[in-house]
């Protein structure tokens, strides 16, 4: 009996591994049938650039979820860095015009945004989500604040070319977030805190008695959540030529979404970068397919918001939860 059950968990496991892909060749299919040129080589093109600022966002609060604890401060980094990268380049309002000096500058103010995440977090013991939020809030309250609501356009073709260049027919976007998946995926299989989130998210009690800095670990994880969020603010910076505070809105439901949907569980400890590049594809070939078929935009919110209720439920292991609140 017990051997019999066995199987049926091990079958059970490896059918909730493979889910996401078998859900995103499903999606590929269907939406195929109904509309032949969501197969076509140019609207291939379109996905894998609409998928390009959530596979770098996802970089980052993959391994917050990993660890247990949730990053809601997503929509207030980008949007902070987003003004700045903005406003460090040539455009309308100022005389600065640091061209690329701008990206590194970003992505630092992103990196700390993303530390002071960490440090509130672990320091005052106050929850991820409650810490976050406010951070996020902070974020969105600045970046108003610079502009005064108003727009920064921006007139620096080379910083534009971020988004808009193409090389060997792609563009731009896509190779700086594929490099942005190899150096995630590398900090997750390659070095000892890709190691130490994992045994974070799994049982932080026994990661502490292993030895595992569990607080210092949490604050560079931040950090290096922040770091992705502000490059991720520059490619949308440069992918919309302006920046102004609304240009975050939605990329947290987003990027939340893609990372559940692809198999990251919200307890922590089980998922990957890899999960989470195609969670975030069957949410971009969702949104695709469902403006191919003509469905309307409320329905669409719908849809996703099914979809992430759905996700959760199947990726859920239930063995580790004694009680659900």
């Known amino acids: 009996m017990q051997t019999s059950k066995a199987t049926s968990f091990s079958y059970l496991e490896h059918w909730r591994r493979w889910a996401p892909v078998l859900v995103l060749v499903a ?3 269907l939406i195929g049938l109904f509309n032949p040129n969501f197969l076509s080589i ?3 093109i379109r996905l894998l650039n609409s998928a390009a600022i959530p596979v770098v966002l996802c970089m980052g609060a993959t391994f917050i979820i990993l660890m247990g604890s949730i990053d809601l401060s997503v929509e207030g980094i980008v949007a902070l860095t987003a003004v700045i990268a903005s406003l460090l380049v ?3 309002i100022t005389s600065y015009s640091l061209g690329l000096f701008a990206v590194p500058i970003a992505m630092a103010i992103g990196g700390a945004m993303g530390l002071l995440n960490g440090i509130v977090h672990v320091k005052l013991k106050t929850p991820s989500f409650m810490t976050t939020l406010g951070i996020g809030f902070a974020g ?4 108003t604040a610079i502009l005064g609501g108003l727009t920064v356009r921006i007139a620096d073709p080379t910083f534009r070319y971020l988004s808009l260049g193409r090389v060997f027919g792609v563009p731009m976007a896509v190779w700086i977030a594929t490099a942005a998946f190899l150096v995630a995926l590398t900090i997750q299989q390659r070095t000892r805190i890709g190691a130490w989130i994992y045994a974070i998210g799994t049982d932080e009690v026994t990661a502490r008695f292993a030895g595992i800095p569990v607080e210092k ?3 560079l994880v931040f ?3 922040g770091l992705f969020y502000g490059l991720g603010g520059v490619l949308a910076a ?3 030529g302006q920046g102004h505070a609304l240009i975050s809105q939605g990329r947290l439901f987003t990027t939340v979404t893609a990372i559940v949907v692809g198999g990251t569980a919200l307890s922590g400890g089980v998922g990957s970068v890899v999960n989470s590049v195609i969670g975030v594809f069957i949410v971009v070939v969702l949104a695709n397919g469902m403006v ?3 469905i309307e935009p409320y329905v669409q919110q719908g849809v996703q918001g099914i979809l992430i209720i759905a996700a959760v439920a199947l990726a859920l292991d239930r063995s580790r939860l004694a009680v659900v609140k």
């Not at 969105?140 to 970046?143: E, P």
Request: charged share 10%; proline share 0%; aromatic share 8%.
């Open 42 to 44: 140019g609207n291939f």
């Open 217 to 219: 670990t949490r604050i």
């Open 292 to 294: 191919l078929m003509g």
């Open 223 to 225: 950090a290096l959540a």
């Open 27 to 29: 999606l590929c299919i």
């Open 90 to 92: 040539a455009n309308d």
């Open 238 to 240: 440069a992918q919309f």
């Open 140 to 143: 969105l309250g600045i970046a």
